[in-house]
């Protein structure tokens, strides 16, 4: 049961309130159907990151969003992220964010906002970064700890995370670069929990 769904077919970002940036509805390429959000080449404009959260905000502690993400172009200049528990508004908001990290080495990062400033939580970033194809993007949290999936993934866990306790969900924009744009399509939010409930069929009885 999804807290939160956008494919992004009603070609509009109604679902969405938009604070600071240039998201708008592309239909040059998607996951599934016509549409999808997209994000154009822009730089770090005024120190203040683009942010996209979710509309009526959700106050959810523990939660798994997920989204499907294209990027056009090899550079290691993407700075991009997808968060949870998401509270206020720039220049001092916070939330636990999966982060595409143009940082040395460039890769995947579990990281935080708190108060406006990013913090790295991740060792070291981790790849590959896969252009030019559909990538499958979580972020779960349960608790005070967060665990990012690419592409189902797991691809690492950060424990005693406390500032935040809920909060919204949200995409956030540090830097495009050149030749590059960023689309995101069919993100979903649901309640989450660790170990996640699996079923089983049961075996094949014979007919009376």
């Known amino acids: 049961i999804f807290l939160f769904f956008d494919d992004f077919e009603a ?3 109604n679902k969405w309130t938009q604070l600071l940036g240039l998201w708008t509805i592309d239909n040059t390429r998607s996951h599934s159907g016509t549409f999808a959000l997209m994000y154009p080449v822009e730089g770090d404009v005024d120190g203040l990151t683009r942010m996209l959260v979710a509309n009526p905000a959700l106050n959810v502690a523990d939660i798994y969003v997920e989204s ?4 056009n172009s090899a550079s290691t200049d993407y700075n991009l992220a997808q968060g949870l528990r ?4 720039q220049p001092t908001s916070n939330g636990y964010y999966t982060k595409l990290y143009n940082n040395s080495p460039f890769g995947w990062v579990n990281g ?8 790295q939580l991740s060792a070291a970033p981790v790849g590959p970064l896969l252009s030019n194809s559909w990538i499958r993007v979580g972020t779960g949290m349960v608790g005070t700890t967060m665990t990012t999936f690419v592409n189902g993934a797991n691809i690492g866990s950060i424990g005693g995370l406390t500032e935040l306790t809920s909060g919204n969900i949200a ?5 495009v670069p050149n030749f590059s744009s960023w689309w995101v399509d069919d993100v979903i939010a649901r309640r989450y929990v660790t170990p996640e409930p699996t079923t089983a069929t049961g075996s094949e009885q014979a007919a009376p």
Do not use: D
Not at 68 to 71: R, V
């Open 68 to 71: 499907w993400w294209y990027l």
């Open 11 to 13: 070609g509009n970002l």
């Open 112 to 119: 935080k906002v708190i108060s406006g400033t990013f913090f």
């Open 171 to 175: 995409f956030r924009k540090f830097f």
């Open 86 to 89: 998401m509270t206020g508004v």
